[in-house]
């Protein structure tokens, strides 16, 4: 890829935004392009890593997987955002696979280059700390939902997190239902029978993956622990 | 205190042994001390902090609560430890409750002092960069403590890290088995029979709070799941 076109990729990731240019056309340079085909590993558990990675376009899962194979997905990765930040300022086994749960395009980000950037672009510098903080606040709550949250309360506060974004209250799933389930701690099948009864109360409506936020009041009390089925 | 003594006590933390005497100076100025007793309530979830917190001496817990009160301890800070730096560098409500399990003396770092020192210290900025990703990797290590291992997994895991601090294999458990318990997110109970299971199977000596690791292979292969009761 032209180095021109790779800037103008980077430039767009919010992680990037207050960079200056002289800045940015220097992590270009360094930077590099790699394509991965949906289902391909993109990193593995216990890998050193030398580099971040951010996504130009496509899709990923972050997952942690149990000796038995039982899995956890921690995070999906899309269009815009970065992952593995934390691994350059700490040396440490890489603890997350990463797979492309649909063809992506990737910017790799060498240490080297990042570690550079952060020292001479203090921006660059805020922003990434506040983004690292940000990752700290979403771990915790997930901790939260792991050891505190039943199922159906996980269920109802991702619907809305998702939903959020959307001003109209209409939210579409990122990933398949096995995903989600995986994401959110449950079995697909306990997954699509919480939504079926939310959809039963006339709290939501499902077609497919989009999901339309009938009652986000009462999906709130359901989120808080409030309201049973 | 005098700003002498609160300047020594800032040194010795490791958050800021890199600082360069001028900046520590000055932040000792800014800083406040705060003596709390046991039992005391330090911050609550939801509130704004302005601050970020060193444990000069003493220990706390910071925990999350469900709506029925049911505890998560997520993290026991001792002396020497800080906590709540990623709120100064994204405003948002504090997530955990903090509470002092001992008599603890804290220092308090406004806000703005930190962020001065971050912006003028490049010492301070990557070991403060180091320090967050270090927790991030524990955060994500408690997700899977939590979603894929079971009690006795985690239980093992965590008698493990406490022994790899001490060369001789003895480990302290630093509080009581009840905040232990909340700790590994097992009742107090549970946490008592899987001491004594560990024990029957030879792989651990209990005394009060005092942990004899005899055979760490063993445990290790309990902490991975390949050896059941």
Do not use: W
Not at 145 to 162: F, G, H, I, K, N
Not at 186 to 203: C, Y
């Amino acid at each position: 890829m032209a180095t021109g076109l790779l800037e103008g990729v980077i430039a767009n990731m919010p992680m990037f935004r207050q960079v200056a240019r002289p800045q940015l056309v220097e992590l270009a340079r360094h930077a590099r392009v790699q394509h991965v085909r949906r289902g391909a590993t993109v990193c593995r558990r216990g890998e050193s890593l030398n580099c971040f990675f951010g996504v130009a376009y496509g899709l990923l899962k972050l997952a942690l997987r149990a000796n038995g194979g039982e899995e956890k997905v921690l995070r999906l990765v899309g269009a815009g955002e970065t992952f593995g930040e934390a691994l350059v300022f700490r040396e440490r086994p890489n603890p997350l696979e990463a797979v492309a749960l649909a063809d992506t395009m990737l910017v790799v980000f060498p240490s080297q280059a990042v570690i550079s950037l952060f020292e001479h672009d203090l921006n660059f510098a805020r922003g990434l700390l506040a983004s690292l903080s940000e990752r700290m606040h979403d771990l915790v709550s997930e901790v939260e939902a792991s050891t505190l949250l039943s199922a159906r309360q996980r269920v109802a506060t991702y619907l809305e997190s998702l939903a959020a974004e959307n001003a109209n209250g209409r939210a579409r799933l990122p990933a398949t239902k096995t995903v989600i389930a995986a994401r959110l701690g449950v079995t697909k099948e306990t997954f699509s029978r919480l939504l079926r009864e939310l959809a039963n109360q006339g709290l939501i409506e499902v077609e497919k993956r989009d999901i339309l936020l009938r009652d986000r009041a009462g999906l709130a009390a359901v989120a808080q622990g409030a309201l049973h089925a």
